[in-house]
């Protein structure tokens, strides 16, 4: 048998996010296109006779059941027993915290090494309906790829691949997502952005018309009590980028280039900043 197995684990953008309303479980109703990149945490799944063991490289990451990655190993082995347990080594490079799906897609590496490792023949499908206990992103992050989300963001269209272009900057501040979601105003949107644009855009290729579509509203809880994510979005235009946005719930930017010299030339300007982490990232 296999005892060790080694798994990127992608980190998402949201080149769109819209929210349609409030739900009655307390969640909101999302329409948000998600976007694999290439800055990723790499997970190693080593098999154990039993328990759960999470360790890391990075020591700010917590290693207990508040684990997301450790959440997904605990419900997917209670409901195989006899398996035995996983070590859970995290590799982390995705900035925890920062609005692009680190956790969850720790958590959705685990849940597809695991049923590799294991041999539980899970399709697809049943490992998205685990990951959706775990997290609203945990489904996207098992799909991959790009998609359009509705729903908690379990309700994925994929969409055709495209390659583009990034750089990401994050503040060195962290945000709750449930706060931020908890102090969303819909009467507080002045920007929206035009997902059938967007997608129309997507099939065409037209790089005028999606970065024309693109926006978050959750900008206007987070970048209002920030002012730093409004200064970089305005920076990243500056060197360069077609468009520059928020992802998720923040705090993190990404600008959107041309190509990979334009972005690599983009991130020169953040080099000298020690507050902030650059990071130059293309499509997964
Ligand atoms: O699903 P997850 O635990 O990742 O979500 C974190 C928080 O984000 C939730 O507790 C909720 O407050 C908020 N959220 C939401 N609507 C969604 C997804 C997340 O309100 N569709």
Redesign the pocket.
């Known amino acids: 048998m296999t005892d060790q197995l080694i798994l990127d684990a992608p980190a998402k953008i949201n080149l769109t996010l819209d929210i349609k309303g409030k739900r009655s479980d307390?969640?909101?109703?999302?329409e948000t296109v998600m976007h694999q990149i290439t800055l990723a945490d790499r997970i190693t799944l080593t098999a154990l006779q039993q328990g759960i063991e999470i360790s890391s490289n990075d020591p700010e990451l917590p290693v207990g059941e508040a684990n997301l990655a450790h959440r997904a190993a605990s419900i997917l082995l209670m409901r195989n027993p006899g398996r035995g347990g996983v070590s859970i080594h995290i590799d982390k490079t995705i900035p925890i915290g920062a609005g692009l799906a680190g956790g969850?897609t720790d958590a959705a590496a685990v849940l597809r090494g695991l049923n590799v490792l294991y041999k539980l023949n899970l399709s697809m499908r049943e490992l998205m309906s685990i990951g959706l206990e775990i997290?609203?992103?945990v489904p996207f992050c098992i799909q991959g790829g790009t998609a359009l989300a509705r729903?908690?963001?379990e309700q994925l269209q994929p969409l055709p691949h495209m390659k583009l272009f990034f750089l990401l900057v994050k503040p060195n501040f962290s945000v709750s997502?449930?706060e931020v979601?908890?102090q969303f105003d819909s009467s507080k949107v002045t920007n929206s952005p035009d997902t059938r644009a967007f997608l129309e855009g997507w099939h065409h290729c037209d790089m005028i018309s999606i970065c024309h579509a693109m926006e978050n509203v959750l900008e206007t809880v987070t970048a209002a009590r920030y002012q730093e994510i409004e200064q970089i979005k305005t920076r990243l235009v500056k060197r360069g980028a077609l468009k520059a946005l928020m992802s998720g719930?923040g705090p993190t930017v990404f600008g959107l280039f041309r190509d990979e010299a334009s972005a690599q030339q983009a991130g020169y300007d953040f080099s000298t900043d020690n507050n902030k982490a650059v990071f130059l990232a293309t499509s997964y």
């Open positions: 307390g969640y909101h109703e999302l969850s997290g609203s992103d729903g908690r963001g997502t449930a979601f908890g719930s």
